[in-house]
């Protein structure tokens, strides 16, 4: 095989990364930005079923395996990490932030680019410490908040190697089904080892009740850090879900419609710019982990489609809040308004980003939530919800999109659009536009030309031969769709923008379990060392007592006569002596049988 072919790109990123901090700033974001650039040719050029094949802590494991879906996540990988670099250097970034943001992305490339277990839980715990200290990086508040994201990413983890253990029992073999010698079935077993991988997977993706260290954490660090941040760990969990249960599975399937509704509900809930959009992650996820879930070959390109289109239309919306950030020094809403005449390019941006998100036609995120809901109608059950023509999973995605818009419309109208801005602000500077405006560029001609799109998806959503369902983007009753929900959006937001305007800080289930981590652990910290200590003290008393006894018993029972404080602390020594000779004479009695 080629060189092209065997150097696993996580190997020349993770280099790249010790490289750029070592190198003065503007040299390393040029060079930091141009090798995640060539990924990108890269990715479209290494042909299908290329895999690098070796051993790993004495396990067969293959540290690259390209296939459709890795290729796909190869391509937006790469683009998005280039332009978020260029977005870190204009935003003042330093070259530390940078190479953590560059050691992120490396170990994303190794689990999308995994084709074994092994390999892929190896770098999926490796992304947790990577993002960890991207946070941690900027100190402050972020500190805390990384602190809690790398326990619960932990603990996810943690399951999802139980998972993967549990499946080599069953399986002997790490590989994925798809590589040269793998097992016959795809995915993770069923059972035990199914429902670990839900769990831990649910984790990254944003499961409800799995979900708050999303808000807790993105709106923390850095405005250039967020951009990274809310690409690479929610997207690499929709392909792991995808490893775990390729051919769908109905929980996950809801799971995707309940994470639609409830993250868009609580974006809209929210004054602080980057926490709204850390909600909208929730829900956007949602499509996908509900196109993963329905499990249908439209379904899963679709979940796909919007993985791709998710990236470009989030990057560009935290890319635009973020210079909101950088040139007021506001996060709130509430504070903001009439921006657009002092930052046209920012407004014009984020217009574009917040079309796109919201699904509206000619924006690309139009095509690809049009073919999840497309699956979800025809490729999917009713449900036990069907309200008339519309099932029940995919009339709760389009409660989410309707959500969408409600939320896309209160984050441009408070921000933009509404009254005016106190004082006067630069726009966005000159890289930060280029970064803004090409993102932007990707996100209409994705949605204008979506045979682009199409040609890079797992399964041609064109052909009656790959899906049960051919899908075309632009018929009538899409576009009747779109327009619809934005009208709907329109009126929801001007039904409760009054009481909205009123809302204090919603409390999510972070508002428990926060207070409920810190205080248990602390509890459990205490009363280990206060039982630790209380033994020690016991046994060295206890030991004290014996050594005394053997050595001088005279001495002993003269000063028993003398004083009786000392009877109770002999009596434990005699009495834990007994016990360890018992313990000891049980031990060898068992030994010799």
């Known amino acids: 095989m080629s060189m092209l072919t065997t150097v696993p790109p996580v190997v020349i990123l993770l280099a790249l990364a010790i490289v750029v901090s070592r190198l003065p700033r503007r040299a390393g974001h040029a060079i930091g930005a141009l090798v995640p650039a060539l990924a990108v040719p890269w990715a479209v050029m290494v042909p299908e079923g290329a895999h690098l094949r070796t051993q790993f802590l004495g396990f067969d494991a293959v540290l690259l395996n390209v296939d459709p879906f890795s ?16 977005y870190s250097y204009a935003s003042e970034a330093d070259t530390t932030q940078t ?26 715990e490796l992304m947790a410490v990577t993002s960890t200290l991207l946070v941690w990086h900027y100190g402050g508040k972020a500190v805390r908040a990384g602190f809690r994201y790398a326990l619960l990413h932990g603990l996810g983890g943690t399951l999802l190697m139980a998972a993967i253990l549990r499946h080599y029992v069953e399986v002997e073999t790490f590989l994925f089904a798809s590589v040269p010698g793998g ?21 990254n993706v944003g499961f409800i009740g799995l979900h708050a260290w999303l808000p807790d954490t993105y709106p923390r660090p850095h405005i250039a850090a967020s951009v990274f941040l809310c690409v690479f760990t929610t997207k690499t969990g929709v392909y792991g879900m995808y490893r775990a249960f390729p051919n769908g599975h109905e929980a996950i399937a809801y799971m995707g419609g309940a994470m639609a509704i409830f993250g868009a509900l609580f974006a809209l809930f929210q004054n602080d710019m980057r926490r709204l959009l850390s909600y909208h992650i929730q829900s956007q996820v949602g ?17 796909f ?26 996060e709130s809403l509430k504070k903001l308004g009439g921006l657009w005449r002092e930052m046209p390019i920012t407004a014009g941006a984020f217009s574009v980003a917040a079309l796109s998100i919201a699904g509206f036609p000619g924006f690309n995120g139009f095509v690809s939530k049009g073919i999840i809901i497309s699956g979800s109608h025809y490729t999917f059950g009713k449900g036990p919800l069907p309200l008339g023509e519309f099932y029940t999973l995919e009339w709760m995605l389009l409660l989410g999109g309707v959500g969408t818009f409600m939320s896309f419309i209160k984050f441009g109208y408070y921000a933009f659009f509404h009254g005016e801005y106190d004082g006067s602000v630069p726009d966005a500077n000159r890289l930060q536009s280029v970064a803004m405006v090409s993102v932007a560029a990707l996100c209409i001609i994705y949605g204008v030309y979506d045979t682009a799109l199409f040609t890079i998806l797992p399964f041609d959503v064109t052909s009656g031969a790959v899906v049960d369902h051919v899908y075309e983007t632009y018929t009538i009753p899409h576009l009747i769709e779109g327009v619809v929900l934005a009208v709907l959006g329109l009126i929801g937001f001007a039904v409760t923008k009054k009481p909205l305007s009123k809302l204090g800080r919603v409390p999510d289930i972070d508002k428990l379990y926060n207070p409920a981590v810190f205080y248990g652990s602390r509890g459990l910290v205490v009363g280990v060392t206060e039982l630790y200590a209380a033994v020690d003290r016991t046994v060295v008393q206890a030991t004290t007592v014996v050594t005394r006894t053997v050595t001088s018993p005279n001495d002993v029972i003269a000063r028993l006569r003398d004083d009786d404080s000392l009877v109770h602390p002999m009596r434990a020594g005699i009495g834990l002596s007994i016990l360890i000779l018992a313990v000891f004479v049980t031990v060898a009695l068992l030994a010799l049988s």
Do not use: C
């Open 71 to 86: 290729r796909l996540m190869g391509i937006i990988f790469g683009l998005i990490a280039a332009v978020a670099i260029l």
């Open 99 to 124: 190479a953590f943001a560059l050691s992120y992305v490396a170990t994303s490339f190794g689990a999308v680019f995994a084709g074994d277990w092994l390999t892929l839980i190896f770098f999926w």
């Open 183 to 203: 097992p016959e079935t795809a995915g993770i077993s069923s059972g035990l080892a199914a429902a670990l991988a839900a769990i831990g997977i649910g984790v």
């Open 287 to 303: 499509y996908m982990v509900a196109g993963v879930g329905i499990g249908s070959p439209l379904a899963q390109a679709g979940a």
């Open 305 to 330: 489609a919007h993985v791709f289109n998710h990236i470009l239309y989030k990057g560009l919306l935290f890319m635009t809040a973020g210079v909101v950030i950088y040139r007021t020094g506001t």
